[in-house]
Structure formats: structure tokens, C-alpha cells
């Protein structure tokens, strides 16, 4: 059975983390297909100012290779053989008319696509642990299978409390990644670019300067 993983977020902007974690969940979880899913507007940010589809999309493009510039995609990360032809770029929330954009439907929408694949969805450590209380979300553990960014030392005993709770309650399968992951998030370089602070060791050098030229986050 092939092994669909979907990635969401914001990505506002992508960074060297959402790269990691792509990579990780190709290898670790054996993924054939990684889906980077641009969200229209996430639930938990619906008071928050997000730059405009048009930018996030073609920045996530060009992080992931999927963009018009050649060379310029998987930049500030490992690439390996086969990794581009495995990551695609959907822009089913960002096309939805679905406000804001809700996990279970984008997977619903994937398995429709995917009938005979195991779809997983690619998350953090903090969405693990409070998938109960998202839209739907019992559906979510019920009928999907799940990739967890896991940091060394972060919350440790209590992922393992919820990953067996889950096992016995909806019949989860949660994959724990062990790749290291950089700790950067999109708030803090938004912020490092309005205070004029070097970003280069955030988010690829093709990110960088797509920001400046397109005067972004100032």
C-alpha cells in the first residue's frame, strides 16, 4: 500500500524547519508522496494578519523545487536522490471555499485522490497532543494515520502518555520522528526581517530573496 503524508501550515514564511520536517517524514516514515498543503486561513489564526496566497504559495514552491527559478528548490537543506520527485504542492485549501481551512476535510479530500494509499498526517508535538479538541478531530485519529516532529527532551513523558492513549482509544498509529529539527519558527523571522536582523541561517538563500525583492514583512 503506498504511504501519502500531508504537511499544512501557514507558511508565512517556509523556513529550514518545515524543510527538515519534509525530509524527515520522506525518510522515517517511509512516505512515496508528500503533500505541502498552503493553508487559506488555519482556525487558530484566524485574528492574525497572513501575507497573501500569491507569496506564500510561490515561496513554498520555491523552497520545494516545484517553482519556476531551476536550482532553486530544496535550498539550505540535504537533498537526496528521488526526495524532489516525491513532494508535491496542492492548492486545495488555498482553492477551497472552505474558511478557514480544517485538517479533516483537506484529509477526507487526499483519500478521495488516494483511495488505496495510507494517508498520514504530518504534524508538531504540540498538534498531537490536542488533536482531541480540534474540528472533527477524533475522526482524524480514528481514520489516520500520523507523523509527529518529536524534540528531544520536549514534552517527552507526556507524548508517550497521549501516542498509547490514542492507540487504545481510536486505534491510532503515530510515527515518532527522531531527526533533529531546527528550532525556528515563521513568527520569529517575520520579526527578525522587520528589525533588520540576518535571517540566512532560517530560511533558504531563494526565500530570502524572494522576501526582499517582493518587500515583504517590513
Not at 517556509?14 to 508522496?33: F, K, N, P, R, W
Not at 501575507?51 to 527559478?69: I, K, N, P, S
Not at 494517508?119 to 472533527?136: A, H, K, N, P, Q
Request: some cysteine; glycine content about 8%; overall charge negative.
Amino acid at each position: 500500500m503506498a504511504k501519502v503524508g500531508v504537511l499544512g501550515g501557514s507558511f508565512d514564511p517556509v523556513h529550514l524547519g518545515h524543510i527538515a520536517l519534509a525530509e524527515a517524514a520522506l525518510a522515517e516514515a517511509g512516505l512515496d508522496l508528500l503533500m505541502i498543503m498552503p493553508a487559506k486561513v488555519q482556525p487558530f489564526k484566524q485574528d492574525m494578519n497572513v501575507t497573501c496566497e500569491r507569496h506564500r504559495e510561490a515561496m513554498v514552491r520555491l523552497a520545494f523545487g516545484c517553482g519556476d527559478q531551476e536550482g532553486e528548490g530544496w535550498s539550505g537543506a540535504e537533498k537526496h536522490p528521488g526526495q524532489e520527485q516525491k513532494i508535491q504542492i496542492s492548492r486545495y485549501e488555498l482553492d477551497s471555499r472552505e474558511n478557514p481551512s480544517y485538517t479533516i476535510l483537506t484529509l477526507e479530500h487526499i483519500r478521495e485522490e488516494y483511495p488505496k494509499a495510507e494517508i498520514f498526517f504530518v504534524c508538531g508535538t504540540d498538534s498531537y497532543l490536542s488533536l482531541e479538541e480540534w474540528y472533527r478531530g477524533t475522526e482524524i485519529l480514528k481514520n489516520y494515520s500520523l507523523v509527529v516532529s518529536a524534540r528531544p527532551g520536549y514534552k517527552e513523558a507526556l507524548l508517550k502518555e497521549k501516542r498509547k492513549l490514542y492507540k487504545e482509544r481510536y486505534g491510532t498509529e503515530t510515527v515518532m520522528l527522531h531527526s533533529e529539527m531546527p528550532d525556528i519558527s515563521s513568527t520569529e523571522v517575520r520579526e527578525r526581517i522587520r528589525s533588520g536582523q540576518s535571517v540566512s541561517k532560517m530560511i533558504p538563500a531563494p526565500i530570502e530573496r524572494y522576501i526582499k525583492g517582493n518587500g515583504l514583512y517590513k
